[in-house]
């Protein structure tokens, strides 16, 4: 298995107040990614990195923003945490990019679920 | 915009095969990926298709044709614990356009 972990695992927190959740890899990949899961919508991305400092919107950034720092580290910030961002969040990471019709495989974390109350 | 469709859920006897069918709208398409859930876990990659036709992996293959926008899952001698949620997820203009289905889940019965 891919060395990503995430932390916290489980976190409660009330609305307003700001959340940041961390996704750590071992696996030195280029790219790393931050989605949300919901009921009925499947996986959603929110933000990506491609490289240190490098990072980009994905398709439900509002109310979001990431830093990466390090490689091996990608953080995900609520500055304000509403209701709606109840949900169960992924860490992915991937090192090739399928643009040359080479194997494009995500790995995954293990998920943080948050729940604002 | 991209858009993908699956069925929600299918039911197959133990033993026996199901294929999983997804259909896809997208532009600048690279390639089509399939990753499993059981409950409470993390998706795990099991396939990808960026050339048409049929890729084997042990009781697993995946399918393409590009023309049709369409793939599939094909699982072979359904043991229960393939019992857990499928995701198809198209590639398109790169690693930064990762567009995932709502997932099929499928359940394996005695």
């Known amino acids: 298995d891919a060395g990503i972990t995430q932390s916290p695992r489980h976190k409660v927190t009330e609305t307003g107040t700001p959340v940041t959740l961390r996704c750590h890899q071992t696996e030195n990949h280029r790219y790393m990614y931050w989605y949300r899961q919901d009921p009925g919508h499947g996986l959603r991305l929110i933000h990506y990195s491609y490289g240190v400092k490098d990072t980009d919107k994905g398709e439900v950034s509002d109310g979001y923003s990431v830093s990466r720092s390090k490689t091996e580290d990608f953080l995900l910030t609520l500055e304000s945490a509403t209701s709606s961002q109840t949900s169960v969040y992924f860490c992915a990471i991937s090192e090739s990019t399928g643009e040359r019709g080479d194997s494009y495989e995500q790995y995954f974390g293990p998920g943080t679920r948050l729940t604002v109350t | 915009g991209q858009s993908l469709e699956q069925p929600s859920e299918v039911t197959a006897v133990e033993g026996a095969i199901v294929q999983i069918n997804c259909t896809y709208q997208t532009s600048g398409f690279y390639g089509l990926s399939w990753y499993q859930q059981h409950d409470g876990g993390a998706p795990t990659f099991l396939s990808y298709?960026?050339?048409?036709g049929l890729e084997e992996t042990g009781r697993f293959s995946s399918f393409l044709s590009r023309s049709d926008s369409y793939g599939y899952l094909l699982l072979q001698e359904l043991q229960m614990k393939d019992s857990a949620s499928y995701f198809c997820a198209v590639l398109s203009g790169g690693y930064q356009k990762v567009t995932f289905g709502t997932g099929t889940k499928l359940q394996v019965i005695p």
């Open positions: 298709n960026a050339l048409d």
